[in-house]
């Protein structure tokens, strides 16, 4: 099992800059605090400046807090791709649109929503050198033991067409506090999440390449490996050799099952 630590708090410039995310942490952290610990691999870390995208796991619908705060902890402010109709809670919705987290469709069709096209947006918020979280899973995996399913191509894709750099995650814990599906938060006793942040994945032998499905396929196979690995170190075992499929088990892709 690799080794975590505790990591004291990096406030980054883009941190320390007056925003919705000053307001946020002041409401969740506390709260939050009282219910988590963190515990980091070693050389998990993030850029201090500049664009990134970071692609985890995801396994608890609590996961994206959990993330959050992870990437608030390393110095950065977190953003995500947020399903649209969250948008459309009062309250709740106006502060992500103030916080720029980016709203994307969960069929993943562009159609006229009133809603920028999720790859344009993503575009724009690494153009304003942010970093951006994006579970390459798309839902809360299938497998059974929670290890990553079979990826999606939204990370890849993003990362490909921006140049910007796409870094694996891996956590666990976080089902301890709420189960996959579950609908409740179970907050005591207090839960570790074990977080690990790998290196930028190596993107230079695809480059120069036309991308068609085919590589689109071999970068995300990429990815998912390396996310797997991560976990694998977290968890102290190996993954089942074959990643688990949705569509080879009569499982939607998306939703609950």
Do not use: C
């Amino acid at each position: 099992m690799t080794k975590t630590v505790k990591l004291r708090n990096r406030p980054g410039a883009e941190k320390r800059k007056p925003s919705m995310f000053w307001l946020l942490a002041g409401l969740v952290l506390p709260v939050w605090s009282l219910m988590v610990r963190y515990r980091f691999t070693p050389n998990s870390s993030l850029p201090k400046t500049g664009p990134f995208i970071l692609a985890p796991n995801h396994f608890s619908e609590i996961d994206p807090v959990a993330m959050g705060v992870a990437v608030w902890h390393l110095g950065r402010v977190p953003r995500f791709l947020t399903k649209a109709s969250l948008f459309k809670v009062p309250v709740f919705g106006w502060m992500l649109r103030k916080s720029g987290q980016i709203p994307v469709e969960r069929t993943g069709t562009m159609r006229s929503t009133g809603l920028d096209n999720p790859i344009s947006s993503a575009s724009k918020l690494i153009e304003s050198q942010a970093g951006v979280v994006v579970y390459p899973e798309g839902t809360l995996t299938r497998d059974p033991d929670l290890w990553p399913m079979r990826g999606k191509s939204g990370a890849v894709r993003l990362a490909l067409e921006s140049g910007v750099p796409l870094i694996p995650a891996a956590h666990w814990g976080t089902q301890e506090l709420m189960p996959r599906y579950g609908k409740s938060i179970k907050p005591f006793p207090r839960k570790t999440i074990e977080v690990a942040i790998g290196e930028p994945l190596d993107m230079s032998e695809f480059k120069g390449r036309h991308v068609d499905q085919k590589l689109i396929n071999e970068a995300t196979t990429k990815l998912m490996n390396a996310i797997t690995a991560l976990l694998e170190g977290l968890r102290g075992e190996k993954a089942p050799a074959e990643r688990w499929d949705p569509t080879q088990h009569q499982q939607n892709e998306t939703g609950r099952f």
